[in-house]
């Protein structure tokens, strides 16, 4: 996959930096290689990069030229969600099923695709960032089973999402309305969604430029990190 360009990429050591975003491929692809060490991923997602791949492929670092963004205070609620949350269809929780969430986020992914980015080893690299008190868990419950959920790190007041799955109709969307409402809450500037999609975009989410994110990156990670559990967030 990163041998069949000729715009060469650089090849990271375990020790290596990463190299500057100006050497991004057109379609964001800056780097491979290196590891899924807590350094390493805090490293890249404070400089607008994040890790994307398969199991066939080594491990690729992207930072695309177009990048997808929330505002929390923007999130756009469907009438349908609107009625189940107005009725009580579901319930919500932080950090409360970590293991659970990665794990159907890869599974239920997988049966809908033709594979999943989330490999075991990106599962135990964000599993370490949770422990570390990084990374985090929405959980949406109906009739008191996980219904869907989603997750992200967080670094300043800045969200980095990473997947998101469902069980029952509308969960997910009401897993990142969640997520919003409280980000909205404690002053977070955005969700970083990564890539825009039609859904994505049809929730809120706008586009930026690299340079824009990165400024808006920079911002966001002057503030200090809510680090540890969201429990009672």
């Not at 949406?140 to 089973?145: F, L, P, Q, S």
Request: positive net charge; proline residues 4%.
């Amino acid at each position: 996959m990163v041998m069949k360009t000729d715009h060469r990429i650089k090849y990271l050591r375990t020790s290596d930096d990463f190299p500057p975003l100006s050497d991004c491929r057109a379609d964001g692809l800056l780097a491979a290689g290196g590891d899924l060490s807590p350094g390493r991923l805090v490293k890249a997602y404070s400089s607008g990069i994040f890790p994307w791949y398969d199991a066939s492929t080594p491990i690729l670092w992207y930072s695309p030229e177009t990048r997808c963004l929330l505002k929390p205070g923007s999130f756009r609620t469907s009438s349908s969600l609107k009625q189940k949350l107005k009725n009580g269809h579901f319930t919500f929780s932080f950090d409360k099923d970590f293991t659970r969430v990665i794990q159907f986020c890869a599974e239920v992914r997988r049966k809908q695709e033709s594979g999943t980015w989330i490999t075991p080893a990106m599962i135990a690299a964000y599993t370490g960032l949770h422990t570390l008190g990084l990374a985090h868990s929405v959980e949406v419950w109906h009739e008191n089973r996980l219904a869907g959920g989603l997750y992200g790190v967080s670094l300043g007041k800045a969200f980095f999402g990473e997947s998101m799955f469902h069980l029952v109709n509308d969960a997910s969307k009401a897993a990142l309305y969640y997520l919003c409402t409280k980000l909205a809450e404690k002053g977070f500037l955005f969700i970083d969604a990564q890539l825009p999609t039609p859904h994505l975009l049809s929730l809120g989410a706008y586009t930026v430029s690299r340079n824009d994110y990165i400024r808006l990156l920079m911002i966001a990670l002057e503030a200090d990190t809510s680090r540890g559990s969201w429990n009672q967030f």
